[in-house]
DNA sequence: GTCGATATTTAGAATTATTCTAAATAAAGA
DNA sequence: TCTTTATTTAGAATAATTCTAAATATCGAC
């Protein structure tokens, strides 16, 4: 069904189910946020603001800049996308997969890929003052293919 | 002697030993140089572009902050400096420290720690197509003192 | 359904870290 | 010293994001 590392997400969502989603999580299903959920949720896979902006001036026109903002710290703080920082760029990126995971980054291309957590296995051996909550990984190289 | 964790940074060097270093990496050891360079590979800890030009403005007056920006990107380029960027910051963050190692953030104070590399085991089970020539990582958490 | 309160959206201004520009200064080589 | 080249500088420009305040839409009580 779902190859690993594939590029094209699969789970896409019709617009109800995209709606109950929303609501379930506290946020009012408004036309703009049902939209960018389409996109952000399905289509895409780690796009920029600048990105879903982009994708909006195509599929639903005059939706602002400012609203894909907002709607992007929205489904964050609902806890329905994860936001990622990366060296290699200033832009924010959105994260549609929100179980635990790491990233592969393909130098070349600029391509980023999820990796499963047990794809990488990583044992922090600290002194016990260092209570670990959260662990970023980051594989940088190149990619066959 | 110098134990694990600590904060201060004890490795100092006066001025002709980081002229020497200067020249062997083949940059022109400018008095500007030479001052950013006593602060950032000697008593700075993880300084921001700010911090460094914070300092300059106590201990060598009329330097510029394009001077800053200049010298730490050249010192970069050298390989005597490090250049940091994570995700709860938008600052880049340099790092004197330039064998490879891992950090972790204090999330209550923001403080930042080196982690040696034997601190944290890091496997990758990738499948063959991924050619991994860098490994980054950031623990993030609390810290016990 | 209508009305008033609240939430959302919007365009554009503001912010922030960094980079760029072009002129001034300093250093190096003949 | 003179000339070329490198460095420094102040301030303008840039780019992603956040803020602001007004306009619009939605919700709940009646």
Redesign the interface.
């Known amino acids: 069904m779902s190859k690993?590392?594939e590029k094209a997400r699969t789970h896409c969502l019709s617009p109800s189910e995209i709606e109950s989603r929303l609501t379930q999580a506290g946020v009012q299903p408004t036309a703009q946020r049902i939209a960018i959920c389409r996109f952000v949720l399905c289509e895409a896979d780690h796009p920029t603001a600048e990105e879903v902006k982009a994708w909006a001036d195509k599929n639903f026109p005059k939706l602002s800049l400012a609203t894909v903002y907002n709607t992007l710290h929205l489904l964050v703080n609902a806890g329905l996308l994860k936001?990622?920082?990366?060296?290699h760029s200033?832009k924010v990126i959105y994260d549609n997969n929100i179980s635990p995971h790491y990233h592969?980054l393909d130098?070349k291309t600029g391509e980023l890929?999820d990796?499963s957590p047990?794809?990488?296995?990583?044992?922090?051996?600290?002194?016990?003052?260092?209570?670990?909550?959260?662990?970023?990984?980051?594989?940088?190289?190149?990619?066959?293919?």
Chains 1, 2 share one sequence.
């Open positions: 690993t590392h936001e990622l920082k990366f060296p200033e592969f130098e890929f990796l047990d794809e990488v296995e990583v044992s922090p051996k600290l002194k016990s003052i260092f209570q670990v909550k959260n662990v970023e990984v980051l594989l940088k190289g190149s990619v066959r293919g």
